[in-house]
């Protein structure tokens, strides 16, 4: 019995003993060097796709129609996953630029860089212009340029003009000398200038000051795309409105004369041929319309010069002051010299040659006869002219 109880006894206290084991120093800093952090229970995914992929094995998931044409992507996303992606964006096309610059040098005045420090570019203000590398002095358009000139310029380098004009061959179209006067004597320069413009077809433009010269490369600018019509006169095509056009041209004559005309007479050409009692009777119409009238419709185109009174030969008065010799002789003159043209008949082309036959046979008499006498020799020339008169 006593035996059972120690048994029984050792085998409760063995079960009541709990063994503490204490880690030595080397294990404690061995433990804390190789702690890890414990695992995460969340591990999210790395996709949207990813984490819902179980979704499209389920039973409540269908599959969506194919579609004809691909939805395109707004430029939002587009800009977005560029910017996200670190790719930088293509950059803009030059087209654009390009057009743009060069529809501003066609509105603008393309000026030559030896033009520089020239003062008219501080009067061309209606008209951009801008520097380019050109053989004319101004690019006024596609087909039209114009050499700058000054007289007192071409006085010191007579050749500039012809050179610069040589220079520009047949390229355009409308080739413009602006020559400025700035000389007081312009008789001689301006003819030269005039004469080596006409004869290499170009025109002529002078102006007295630079702004005027400004304002016509500007004119010529503004106009370069313009019909030549634009500068024609615009008249009515109605036969009324011609007809006021047409006599209001002479004095005094107004609106409301003409409407009575065309009532009276019908027409231009029967008032042309009225007598003037037949204008007279018209209302409103008095003596100095008729006059004025009937003198423009009958009056001849070309003027008729009168003629120099004859100046009578009877002797001045007593009060009149007695005329010079020199007076005297130019009268006598005047006075013979119309008496032969009086006397002289008209020249033909039978006299001509008849009187230039008659001085060849003349100069051939004297080359054979030398030894002629004045008095021969003048004798003959006068029958001979004679004979060529007959």
């Not at 061309?124 to 340029?145: K, T």
């Not at 003198?295 to 009149?320: G, L, M, Q, Y």
């Amino acid at each position: 019995m006593d035996d059972e109880d120690r048994v029984q006894n050792t085998g409760s206290s063995q079960k009541n003993k709990t063994v503490i084991k204490i880690p030595s120093f080397q294990e404690v800093i061995e433990s804390s060097q190789s702690k890890s952090t414990p695992p995460s229970l969340f591990a999210p995914s790395k996709t949207f796709s990813q984490a819902f992929a179980f979704v499209k094995s389920s039973e409540f998931y269908s599959p969506p129609p194919p579609s004809a044409t691909p939805p395109k992507p707004p430029e939002n996303s587009n800009s977005r996953e560029t910017g996200q992606s670190g790719v930088p964006p293509s950059p803009a096309p030059t087209n654009a630029v390009a057009s743009s610059s060069s529809s501003q040098r066609r509105n603008a005045i393309l000026v030559s860089n030896r033009q520089k420090g020239n003062p008219l570019l501080k009067h061309i203000r209606n008209v951009r212009w801008e520097f380019a590398d050109i053989i004319c002095d101004y690019l006024l358009g596609q087909s039209s340029c114009a050499l700058y000139l000054s007289l007192r310029y071409h006085l010191l380098h007579p050749d500039y003009l012809y050179y610069r004009i040589r220079e520009l061959q047949k390229n355009y179209k409308l080739r413009v000398v602006l020559c400025h006067v700035d000389v007081e004597d312009v008789v001689k320069p301006l003819l030269e200038v005039t004469k080596t413009a006409m004869l290499h077809e170009c025109t002529l433009l002078c102006a007295w000051s630079l702004e005027e010269c400004g304002r016509y490369l500007e004119t010529i600018k503004v106009y370069e795309n313009k019909p030549a019509d634009i500068i024609q006169g615009q008249m009515d095509t109605d036969y009324l409105s011609r007809l006021n056009h047409a006599l209001t041209t002479v004095r005094h004559v107004n609106k409301t004369d003409v409407v009575t005309l065309g009532t009276t007479f019908g027409s231009l050409a029967h008032v042309m041929d009225v007598s003037m009692e037949d204008l007279a009777r018209c209302p409103g119409i008095g003596e100095r319309k008729v006059k004025r009238l009937y003198d423009t419709f009958h009056e001849p185109f070309k003027r008729v010069v009168a003629s120099r009174p004859a100046v009578s030969e009877s002797s001045p008065p007593n009060n009149a002051e007695p005329c010079s010799v020199t007076e005297d002789k130019e009268i006598k003159d005047n006075e013979e010299e119309s008496k032969r043209r009086k006397k002289e008949p008209e020249p033909t082309v039978k006299s001509a040659l008849s009187a230039a036959f008659a001085k060849y046979a003349d100069r051939v008499k004297k080359k054979k006869s030398p030894e002629l006498k004045n008095g021969d020799t003048s004798v003959a020339m006068e029958a001979e002219a004679e004979k060529g008169k007959s």
